[in-house]
């Protein structure tokens, strides 16, 4: 079960690089428009779509690198107070309920992308960019590593009730 829990960790934490590498690219992109606004005069409307795009890999593959940190917010004054066994039931709670509710989202966000890809749903601004789908394909894909998380979470929380030794790991 361990190997499992340090794979899909492995992958949240691959992808997490990604979000994290839009971050660099979002901060050059609006340092770069800004430059060319105001010593340049111009604003290309493509480049500025590109920094909102920038903005849902950010978020939506976030949330489970964030979670996998354990930088989420928490009620750990609670938490801490708590012996290992409920600390345990609680985090399987919380693992089956993220599990369960990002693997419905990505599944109904499927749907949501299908439709822009067939309808060829691009910028209603002159200029802008075309293939919307392809941004918001980040939203079934950002649940589901969500859901992978809670998995993870889950199995980890199943090892702890049950005794399996853990491995080392500093998580913050």
Same mark, same amino acid.
């Given at each position: 079960m361990l190997s499992v829990i340090n794979r899909l960790e492995a992958l949240v934490?691959?992808?997490?690089?990604?979000?994290?590498?839009?971050?660099?690219?979002?901060?050059?992109?609006? =340092?770069?428009?800004?430059?060319?606004?105001?010593?340049?005069?111009? =604003?290309?409307?493509?480049l500025q779509e590109l920094e909102w795009y920038l903005i849902s890999p950010i978020a939506l593959l976030g949330i =489970?690198?964030?979670?996998?940190?354990?930088a989420d917010v928490r009620v750990d004054f609670l938490y801490e107070r708590f012996g290992n066994r409920l600390r345990a039931a609680i985090d399987l709670f919380s693992g089956i309920a993220t599990c369960t509710i990002?693997?419905?989202?990505?599944?109904?966000?499927?749907?949501?992308?299908?439709?822009s890809y067939r309808m060829g749903e691009g910028s209603p601004d002159p200029g802008g960019l075309p293939h919307r789908f392809l941004i918001k394909a980040f939203l079934p894909l950002g649940f589901a590593l969500l859901g992978l998380q809670g998995v993870a979470d889950t199995l980890?929380?199943?090892?702890?009730?049950?005794?399996?030794?853990?491995?080392?790991?500093v998580r913050p």
């Open positions: 934490e691959a992808i997490g690089a990604v979000a994290r590498l839009c971050v660099l690219l979002l901060v050059l992109l609006v =340092s770069g428009n800004v430059l060319m606004r105001y010593l340049l005069d111009i =604003s290309p409307v493509a =489970s690198y964030t979670l996998k940190h354990r990002g693997l419905f989202i990505a599944w109904v966000a499927w749907g949501y992308v299908m439709q980890r929380a199943l090892c702890a009730l049950f005794g399996a030794e853990q491995r080392q790991e």
